[in-house]
């Protein structure tokens, strides 16, 4: 059983940085694509950013593309989300997640929710304006 614990979330003012990071359990840790999905108050999970088994390919939402990065540390199971020039609509849980990928595939990962197989309880990100 895998699981993921998030941390770094906080309040920060509108054009503030935070970084999450999140911490993957298991002993297979480079076997998943990770993934970090947002959900604010009334609203669906969306997608944020995901990263490839290696690191070596990444996916990122409209909305923060350029202003978010994500990244990973396989040696120490850990994923990362770094946060810059925050607005008040970012403010959400932030949840990160793992996705079991094939060996052999070597495409872009997943924005969907619903492929991902685990999951973290959630950290809170507010941006205050």
């Known amino acids: 059983q895998v699981q993921l614990v998030e941390s770094g979330g906080g309040l920060v003012q509108a054009g503030g940085s935070l970084r999450l990071s999140c911490v993957h359990s298991?002993?297979?840790?480079?076997?998943?694509?990770m993934g970090w999905f947002r959900q604010a108050p009334g609203k669906e999970r969306d997608f944020v950013a995901a990263?490839?088994?290696?690191?070596?390919?990444?996916n990122y939402a409209d909305s923060v593309s350029g202003r978010f990065r994500i990244s990973r540390e396989n040696a120490k199971n850990t994923v990362y989300l770094q946060m810059n020039s925050l607005k008040p609509e970012d403010t959400a849980v932030y949840y990160c997640?793992?996705?079991?990928?094939?060996?052999?595939?070597?495409?872009?990962?997943?924005?969907?929710?619903?492929?991902?197989?685990?999951w973290g309880q959630g950290t809170q990100v507010t941006v205050s304006s």
């Open positions: 990263i490839s088994r290696s690191g070596g390919r990444t």
């Open positions: 298991g002993r297979t840790f480079s076997s998943y694509a």
């Open positions: 997640a793992a996705d079991w990928t094939n060996p052999a595939f070597t495409g872009i990962p997943s924005t969907a929710p619903d492929d991902y197989d685990y």
